[in-house]
């Protein structure tokens, strides 16, 4: 496979310089939207991004299932033979969490000392904005652009369910030759990851009142049963050695504990999320016998009441891109040209600090197989905490990029995400590093 290159390009430095003001401006536009996955409408920011995308003479169509809004697509078709690419930026965002840890409104889009605030500024919005300039950019060298080019701005990724990225990939017909994804962090292409297993663990009890207490050997409390379940899980929070193939452990997390209906009751069930973070040694199998055989433990430790039952979610593996991939080899030279500092490849880190991404593969092969499935690259140098916020500074202009990944076929895809805060440099815009495979 041979990636485009557009020939007699303008300068993409004076590119970014024009068009970085507006990128912040459509930024904190969209952070000023509340898009929460799962809890805030989609159709706002949807519309505010299909009015942009109309104003710079750009169509636009809504990728729908069940009439849910999913998305974005637009399709930027070159005069020239070529491959399909797509720049994929999702636009929903986590919640808010407890708001009184926010130096500011999780929506105020402020920029103070340089940083832009608010949920969404790193993840993914100021990529989104980014992504739209640099369609617009590609659309007016459509003589020259070899294939197509399509920006995907996708909701319903931060619930777990991509239920964005599924839909489009649905409704493409031919092949796609990689989904490229703008990430904080300048310094790093991102060529591997672990994967993820999510579960959610139903821990029974009997029900009764409080005022009688248990008078029963089988009155089990489900909140307390679920308690002890919670406390064996968080001994195991890495439940194996670091990988030597992506230079990262697997790790366990408990994410969300629900039961109760009210303070005179006995629970009589709790349920308890946990997330897996997958590696070629300890792979899905690997976490479901954790949690299975850590679960029939508590059982036996407090009898009474049904077994524990496990229900399992979205799973993807691990993944490493091959060291000659024709997605990311011509990646990581390209951009000592423009950006401050060394372009290497790397692994991803701790989820502050970086992101991973799955391809669309219809067959999850063995982890020890590493197929080419995708990478990522930076949009900026990143920072974590609750207030979410984007950094302006004054340094040279950098040049922002995100890594093609490769798309075996389009049957389904994963991700999984961390929002972090970004560092915007003056004179900053995405544009298409021009790659190609010698």
Same mark, same amino acid.
């Given at each position: ?211 009688? !207490? /248990?008078? +029963? ?8 049963? =679920?308690?002890?379940?919670? #406390? %064996?899980?968080? $001994? ?104 401050? !500092? /060394?372009? +290497? ?8 600090? =970086?992101?991973?991404?799955? #391809? %669309?593969?219809? $067959? ?75």
């Amino acid at each position: 496979m041979t990636l485009p290159t557009l020939q007699d390009q303008p300068n993409p430095l004076e590119q970014a310089r024009s068009d970085h003001e507006s990128v912040v401006r459509l930024a904190r536009r969209l952070v000023r939207i509340p898009s929460r996955a799962g809890i805030d409408p989609y159709e706002p920011i949807l519309n505010e991004l299909e009015g942009w995308l109309r104003r710079h003479r750009l169509e636009s169509r809504l990728l729908v299932d069940d009439a849910r809004p999913l998305g974005l697509a637009c399709d930027v078709v070159g005069d020239q033979p070529g491959p399909h690419l797509v720049l994929d930026a999702c636009v929903d965002t986590a919640p808010f969490g407890d708001e009184t840890a926010w130096t500011r409104s999780p929506t105020s889009g402020a920029v103070a000392e340089g940083w832009l605030h608010g949920r969404g500024s790193a993840d993914c919005k100021t990529a989104a904005a980014i992504f739209c300039h640099l369609i617009t950019r590609l659309a007016g060298q459509r003589r020259q652009l070899p294939g197509t080019v399509t920006l995907l701005l996708d909701v319903d990724e931060h619930t777990g369910g991509f239920g964005g990225i599924k839909r489009y990939l649905a409704e493409t017909a031919g092949p796609i030759a990689g989904v490229m994804i703008g990430y904080p962090g300048l310094d790093h292409v991102i060529v591997g990851g672990r994967g993820f297993w999510r579960a959610d663990i139903i821990v029974h009890g009997k029900s009764g009142h409080t005022g009688r !207490g /248990r008078d +029963r050997p089988d009155q089990v409390n489900a909140a307390e049963k =679920a308690a002890q379940l919670v #406390a %064996a899980l968080g $001994q195991h929070q890495k439940p194996g050695p670091v990988d030597q193939i992506i230079g990262l452990p697997p790790r366990l997390t408990v994410t969300a504990i629900h039961g109760g209906m009210g303070y005179s009751i006995i629970p009589d069930r709790c349920e308890v999320s946990v997330d897996a973070r997958l590696t070629s040694t300890f792979d899905r199998a690997a976490a479901e016998e954790l949690v299975g055989q850590l679960a029939n433990d508590v059982d036996r430790q407090v009898p009474g009441g049904r077994p524990s039952e496990i229900r399992a979610h979205e799973s993807w593996p691990a993944y490493r891109l091959p060291d000659d991939a024709p997605i990311a080899r011509p990646c990581c030279p390209q951009p000592r040209r423009i950006l401050i !500092g /060394r372009q +290497r490849q790397r692994l991803p880190g701790p989820p502050t600090s =970086a992101t991973t991404c799955r #391809a %669309a593969v219809s $067959q999850q092969p063995p982890a020890s197989e590493w197929p080419t499935k995708g990478c990522t690259a930076p949009t900026s140098g990143s920072r974590s905490g609750p207030s979410r916020r984007y950094r302006r500074s004054t340094r040279k202009p950098h040049w922002h990029c995100s890594t093609a990944r490769l798309a075996a076929d389009r049957q389904g895809i994963g991700s999984s995400k961390s929002a972090g805060s970004v560092l915007l440099r003056a004179g900053t815009v995405g544009f298409p590093m021009p790659c190609r495979i010698s």
